[in-house]
């Protein structure tokens, strides 16, 4: 007859093997001023744990937010001058649990999701933890329980940061801190399809910009059984790379109209457009590349207002969606496609830099240096 040890005398799991009273970190002072400071580490607190920051990328919505501010929100305001730490595509290893957590256990290599919703409004309670209610009200006096590393609490920009256990997503040993640190950006693409309807098999996808999530877009799209696939944008050098992700047709919108090529291969259009572009033109040749009740995602941030042919959109039945960040647990699902080597996101990983020459990656990432795609950050090197 089997026996069982008393949960009384049952070793527990370790609880913390690191316990750093402080740590460095780049904090924002004005627009386009970064420090690099020693600030106290934090401490994980209910359904919390501490994350020692392996790696983390830069996303083009870091520059946005260390230069002009939004969409970040530190205490109901802009980040700036409030020792707010920028960054958010990170992944790294627990090295420290919160009170009562038992999901994960110290040692384990984790990545991220930027948002963990308030889990009392509306939205959350549906599962859009991305268009959460109460986003920017964490502070003391007006917490509502809402969190957004590196746009409204602190990032990765930091060897350390609490992360809330509904954030993280297991990494297998067999994937490097680096490619680990892309499964945001893949998760971004992966939202994408989600919200477009999920099965996208035997549908044709257009993909527009080859920056990152675009890039990442055309091969979670061909991944996901997209037939063809199509990716349209500026520079060659990043639409080879396309094609090397999956990509089955190359437009480059320099040499030819985008919208008469997708016409030309698909015959009436598009079943679906991802725009990672964000642009006027890309949203008005977008809405003209898709056929007749199909559907669009708008994947990027356009600086400011657009004009767009809204009359062509509603005369054909065409449906816009728009997406912030990779909400639905969509980095989980990009992982698993990832781990499996279903495609190879290390093709968009250009250049790595340690944490004291972050201006540097940053400069990369705005500037495009050397062909710069994707650019690392290792905090603990």
Same mark, same amino acid.
């Given at each position: 007859?089997?026996?069982?040890?008393?949960?009384?005398?049952? #070793?527990?799991?370790?609880?913390?093997t690191?316990?750093?009273?402080?740590?460095? #970190?780049?904090?924002?002072n004005?627009?386009?001023?970064?420090?690099?400071?020693?600030?106290?580490?934090?401490?994980?607190?209910n359904?919390?744990?501490?994350?020692?920051? %392996?790696?983390?990328?830069?996303?083009?919505?870091d520059? @946005?937010?260390?230069?002009?501010?939004?969409?970040? $929100?530190?205490?109901g305001?802009?980040?700036?001058?409030?020792?707010f730490?920028p960054?958010?595509?990170?992944?790294?290893?627990?090295?420290?649990?919160?009170?009562?957590?038992?999901?994960?256990?110290?040692? %384990?290599?984790?990545?991220?999701?930027?948002? *963990?919703?308030?889990g009392?409004?509306?939205?959350?309670?549906?599962?859009?933890?991305t268009?959460?209610?109460?986003?920017? *009200?964490n502070?003391?006096?007006?917490?509502?329980?809402?969190?957004?590393?590196?746009?409204?609490?602190n990032?990765?920009?930091a060897q350390?940061?609490?992360?809330?256990?509904?954030?993280?997503?297991?990494?297998?040993?067999?994937?490097?801190? @680096?490619?680990?640190? $892309?499964?945001?950006?893949?998760?971004?693409?992966?939202?994408?399809f989600?919200?477009?309807?999920? !099965?996208?098999?035997?549908?044709?996808? =257009?993909?527009?910009?080859?920056?990152? +999530?675009?890039? !990442?877009?055309? #091969?979670?799209?061909?991944?996901?059984?997209?037939?063809?696939?199509?990716?349209?944008?500026?520079?060659?050098?990043?639409?080879?790379?396309?094609?090397?992700?999956?990509?089955?047709?190359?437009?480059?919108?320099?040499?030819?109209?985008p =919208? @008469?090529?997708?016409?030309?291969?698909?015959?009436?259009?598009?079943?679906?457009?991802?725009?990672?572009?964000?642009? @006027?033109?890309?949203?008005?040749?977008?809405?003209?590349?898709?056929?007749?009740?199909?559907?669009?995602?708008?994947?990027?941030?356009?600086h400011?207002? =657009?004009? +767009?042919? !809204?009359?062509? *959109?509603?005369?054909?039945n065409?449906?816009?969606?728009?997406?912030?960040?990779?909400?639905?647990?969509?980095?989980?699902?990009?992982?698993? !496609?990832?781990?499996?080597?279903?495609? %190879?996101?290390?093709?968009?990983?250009?250049?790595t830099?340690?944490?004291? %020459?972050l201006?540097?990656? $940053?400069?990369?990432?705005?500037?495009?240096?050397?062909?710069?795609?994707k650019?690392?950050?290792?905090?603990?090197?």
């Amino acid at each position: 007859m089997a026996t069982h040890t008393p949960l009384r005398q049952m #070793a527990a799991p370790p609880r913390d093997t690191i316990t750093p009273a402080t740590m460095r #970190a780049w904090v924002l002072n004005n627009p386009d001023e970064l420090e690099l400071v020693t600030k106290p580490a934090p401490r994980p607190g209910n359904a919390e744990v501490l994350v020692r920051i %392996d790696a983390v990328a830069v996303c083009a919505t870091d520059l @946005e937010v260390i230069s002009q501010g939004p969409p970040a $929100l530190i205490n109901g305001g802009p980040p700036f001058n409030q020792a707010f730490t920028p960054g958010h595509e990170y992944m790294g290893t627990v090295v420290g649990l919160g009170p009562n957590v038992d999901e994960y256990q110290v040692g %384990d290599r984790v990545t991220v999701e930027i948002h *963990a919703g308030c889990g009392r409004c509306k939205r959350c309670r549906e599962g859009m933890y991305t268009a959460c209610h109460n986003y920017g *009200a964490n502070y003391p006096g007006n917490d509502k329980g809402h969190r957004a590393n590196g746009f409204t609490t602190n990032g990765g920009f930091a060897q350390y940061a609490v992360n809330h256990i509904n954030t993280l997503v297991r990494v297998p040993d067999s994937m490097t801190d @680096e490619e680990a640190a $892309l499964v945001v950006t893949a998760g971004t693409s992966m939202y994408g399809f989600t919200e477009l309807g999920g !099965l996208v098999a035997g549908e044709s996808v =257009v993909v527009i910009g080859p920056g990152p +999530i675009g890039l !990442l877009g055309a #091969a979670i799209a061909k991944t996901l059984g997209a037939n063809p696939v199509i990716l349209t944008g500026t520079r060659p050098d990043r639409l080879a790379i396309g094609a090397r992700l999956g990509a089955d047709f190359i437009i480059d919108s320099t040499a030819e109209d985008p =919208v @008469e090529a997708v016409m030309r291969l698909t015959g009436k259009g598009a079943d679906y457009v991802l725009d990672c572009a964000g642009t @006027e033109e890309s949203v008005n040749q977008a809405i003209r590349m898709t056929n007749r009740g199909g559907r669009i995602c708008l994947a990027a941030f356009p600086h400011g207002p =657009v004009k +767009i042919d !809204l009359a062509y *959109a509603v005369q054909n039945n065409i449906y816009l969606y728009g997406i912030r960040g990779e909400g639905r647990s969509a980095t989980h699902r990009a992982l698993a !496609l990832m781990a499996a080597k279903r495609f %190879d996101p290390t093709l968009i990983h250009t250049h790595t830099f340690g944490l004291d %020459d972050l201006p540097e990656a $940053l400069r990369h990432a705005r500037d495009r240096v050397d062909g710069a795609i994707k650019v690392v950050v290792k905090p603990q090197q």
